[in-house]
């Protein structure tokens, strides 16, 4: 079965340095999405991606952060500098067409990048 | 617009009693709704969706939900905790054929032994 992948799992770092996390999204699926997760509570959108282009990234704190999907296939997130407030689960997930006859859009996650900044 | 809203933050239940997570929707269009787990440290796994057809919608480990329009509802229930059921549950609305996905709070279940 068609996964979404994401690497590293776990990321430890210090504050003021650079991280980036990568997600690879199920073939054929146009749209990729990152999220961070703060322990307790829910995903967050960060950025959402149709193809290679931004459809959307108004949470995304620009000053330290960006998101390229370069070919509109894989993807890369880059914190820089990273802060102690960054600390959370970082997820990825892709949607696209299924259902066959009755089409809708279904979201699929990876697992995850669990990011600690020291 | 579109939103959700999960009723209960906490949930606790003991194992071998039914579970119900509550789970409220607000769409302007036909809806597609979807249930999430997520186990410590983990991604999101999907237990079970509403796509139009079936009202009455089977998931994953003995997981259902009922869409009901005239309440707006998709609650999740299960006839009996299982220990492993513990985790946070999500409910998440989108449009049929939109690509924009919404989130509830999350509702964090326990299962006392």
């Known amino acids: 079965e068609a996964e979404v992948a994401q690497s590293p799992r776990y990321k430890i770092t210090e504050k003021s340095q650079a991280v980036a996390f990568w997600c690879d999204p199920i073939?054929?699926?146009?749209?990729l999405y990152w999220y961070r997760q703060i322990l307790g509570q829910g995903p967050e959108l960060l950025v959402q991606f149709q193809d290679e282009s931004v459809v959307d990234d108004s949470q995304l704190p620009k000053d330290r952060f960006s998101a390229e999907r370069l070919k509109g296939v894989d993807s890369t997130l880059k914190i820089q500098p990273a802060e102690l407030g960054d600390s959370a689960m970082y997820l990825c997930a892709s949607s696209g067409l299924a259902g066959g006859h009755w089409s809708y859009n279904e979201q699929f996650f990876g697992p995850g990048t669990r990011l600690t900044v020291l | 617009a579109q939103s959700v809203t999960q009723l209960d933050s906490h949930v606790s239940v003991s194992e071998g009693t039914p579970v119900l997570l509550r789970c409220n929707y607000s769409s302007s269009y036909s809806p597609s709704l979807f249930w999430y787990v997520q186990h410590p440290n983990k991604g999101l796994q999907l237990l079970l969706k509403y796509t139009s057809a079936a009202t009455l919608v089977k998931g994953i480990n003995g997981f259902e939900a009922e869409f009901k329009k005239s309440e707006t509802s998709f609650h999740l229930t299960k006839p009996s905790a299982h220990m492993s059921d513990a985790a946070e549950y999500f409910c998440?609305?989108?449009?049929?054929?939109?690509?924009?996905?919404?989130f509830g709070t999350g509702t964090s279940l326990t299962v006392i032994p």
């Open positions: 073939s054929g699926h146009a749209t």
């Open positions: 998440v609305v989108s449009q049929s054929t939109g690509n924009q996905f919404y």
